[in-house]
């Protein structure tokens, strides 16, 4: 019997989503960062194995929409639930909020009442574990959860039961994708990426929200040649762009060197990155750009 389906693994920024399809995978597939708001887009995960192929469905974290690229975040999760056959619903064990959980519970009961869902306490590794018991208790009297599932995403414990769990709850069916696809995202993509987590990584407050990095050209060469790799780094105002180059243009050149190593342990290929700063006035807000680039 092959089992094959689509799990989203939603929750707040900052849970541990992106940690957890890329420790499932076993590869580094998704931007994890101790800031929230790292994940933009739903990013598809594919494991396959020999009866089964479950596809992940990275998203965004749930927020309440300020401004319009926001909006588009939450486009992006609700069209994933809409797609799930399972539903990986993940609460942070240290931060869990009865009263946020509740909204999204409501929000659930309104429209998704028939998806299989689990609910994944995760870091745990962070909390006494008695507090994990607790913890459990007050889900399941609270709101019924009986499905809940311990892991630490960071350290890997107790994926196997999870993944065990998820699977049981797959429909029967083919796969969806040949067994050696890892996932629906183009290569241009995940090196935009990969600049994106080092800038959030590199720069403080607002930069690394107010940042759109754009692949302009991706030339790929014969294995003894280099990639070349041409990027647009757009920001919201010209005062960031100070900001981002840095003091003699240090901060930029650390970027360039940081996100090339990144891109070519991705890609297993030595490339030339070359990185553009523009400015595109208040793009987060602006529908029209959003719309093509998202
Ligand atoms: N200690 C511990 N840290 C974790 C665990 N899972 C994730 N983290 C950390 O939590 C932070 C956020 O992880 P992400 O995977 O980026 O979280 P996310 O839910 O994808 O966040 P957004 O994309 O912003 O919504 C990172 O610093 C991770 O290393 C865990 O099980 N234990
Ligand atoms: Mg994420």
């Known amino acids: 019997m092959i089992k094959s389906g689509y799990a ?13 399809m890329n420790a499932m995978l076993e590869f580094k597939l998704s931007a994890v960062n101790p800031k929230v708001q790292t ?25 309440e929409p300020k401004y319009e690229m926001q909006k588009f975040m939450m486009r992006e999760i609700w069209s994933s639930i809409k797609e799930a056959d399972v539903i990986v619903y993940i609460l942070d064990a240290q931060n869990i909020n009865l009263n946020e959980v509740k909204k999204i519970e409501e929000e659930f009961k309104k429209d998704f009442r028939r998806v299989p869902r689990l609910v994944v306490l995760n870091k745990i590794d962070l909390i006494p ?14 709101f019924g959860f009986n499905d809940i599932i311990p892991v630490s995403a960071l350290t890997k414990f107790n994926l196997d039961t999870l993944k065990a769990r998820i699977i049981e709850l ?8 040949d067994p050696d696809t890892l996932t629906n995202k183009p290569e241009k993509f995940f090196v935009s990426e990969i600049i994106r987590e080092n800038i959030l990584s590199l720069y403080q407050e607002e930069i690394p929200y107010s940042v759109f990095v754009d692949v302009r050209e991706f030339k790929v ?7 070349y790799i041409n990027v647009d780094i757009i920001l919201e105002r010209e005062s960031q762009k100070m900001i981002l180059l840095g003091k003699n243009g240090d901060m930029i050149k650390r970027l360039g060197e940081m996100s090339r190593k990144g891109i070519e ?3 297993g290929k030595e490339v030339f990155l070359k990185l553009f700063v523009k400015v595109r006035k208040d793009w987060r807000k602006d ?8």
């Not at 008695?130 to 009297?141: A, C």
């Not at 060469?221 to 990639?227: I, L, V």
């Open 221 to 227: 060469r014969e294995a003894t040649q280099k990639d």
């Open 287 to 294: 529908s029209r750009f959003l719309r093509s680039n998202f």
């Open 8 to 20: 989203a693994i939603i929750g707040k920024p900052n849970a541990g989503k992106s940690t957890l």
């Open 170 to 177: 797959l429909p029967e069916g083919d796969f969806y994708y």
């Open 129 to 142: 574990q008695e507090n994990v018991q607790q913890k459990m208790v007050d889900l399941r009297d609270e």
């Open 265 to 267: 342990e991705f890609l």
């Open 39 to 63: 994940t933009r887009n739903r990013i598809l995960g594919i494991m396959t194995g020999k009866d089964h192929q479950l596809i992940f469905i990275d998203t965004p974290g749930i927020l």
